[in-house]
C-alpha cells in the first residue's frame, strides 16, 4: 500500500469518524427527546350516579389513587440503525418500555402521580415538563395505587387506592354504605394511538380520565370490592389523550 493510498484511506475513516460524533453530539443535545408539559385532568363525578341497572346512588365520599402513567413504544421491526433515513443511534439503543408495576421510576417514558383525587370535585393537575423519547406509542399503563395520605381523611380512605361511599336511598342521607374499596395496586395497558413528534417548542399533553362512565358499574348486590375490581377494569377504557402546541 502507497502513501497515497494510505492518505486516502485514513480521509475517508476521518470522515466517517466525524459524522458519527456529529451525530451523537446532536444527541447529547437531547434532539432524541421532545418537551412535553403533561396534566392530568378528571372531572367531577355526578354526585348522584345512575348505574348500569337502574339504580341511583347519592355519592359522599369518593376517592381515587393514580400512581403513575407510562407510554409503550410501538414495536419496531427493523432493530438496526438505519443511516441513510436519518434514524439515530440512540433511538436505536432505547429499548421498548415496559409497564411500571414498581415504585421507581427510571424510564424517560414513565410519568409519576402518586395522588389521591377528590372524584367530587374537579382534579386539573399538573404534572410537569418531561423530556419524552421521539417515537410512536401504541399503548399507555395507567397504574392505581395506594399514596401518602392526607390531614382530615379517614383512616379507611388512607389505606385504599379506591374509595367509594353512599346512599342506596338517596332521599335518605343517614344510612350510609361502602359501596366500593380497595387497599391494593392495579396496573393495565390499553392501547393509544399518539405520535411524540420532533419539536423545538415545548408540547402540551392532556390526560383525561373519566371516572364517571366507569362508576356505572357498580352494582349495589356485589361486594365492594368487587366493585372497586370493575371500576379498575373499565377506567382504562376512559382515558383520553390530546397532544399539541403549548400555548
Sequence with gaps: M??????????????IWLVLASNNLALAHGDDFTQVEVTLKIPAVNNILKTHNGEFIKLTQAYLSSFSFELIACPQINLKPQMDNKTSLLSWLIPVANANHGVS???????????????LVNNVINLGVYKLPKAKYCQMNYTLGKVPGKLGLLPEIKSSSLFIEGNKDISNTNIVYTIAKSDYAFGKNFPINLDIPPSHNTLSLMISVNVNEALK??????????NARKVFLSLSDHVALALKVKE
Design 105 to 119: 421510576f427510571t424510564k424517560p417514558t414513565q410519568i409519576p402521580v402518586q395522588q389521591r383525587h377528590n372524584l
Design 217 to 226: 358499574n357498580l352494582d349495589y348486590s356485589e361486594l365492594n370490592h368487587k
Design 2 to 15: 502507497n502513501i497515497k493510498t494510505f492518505k486516502n484511506i485514513w480521509l475517508k475513516l476521518s470522515f
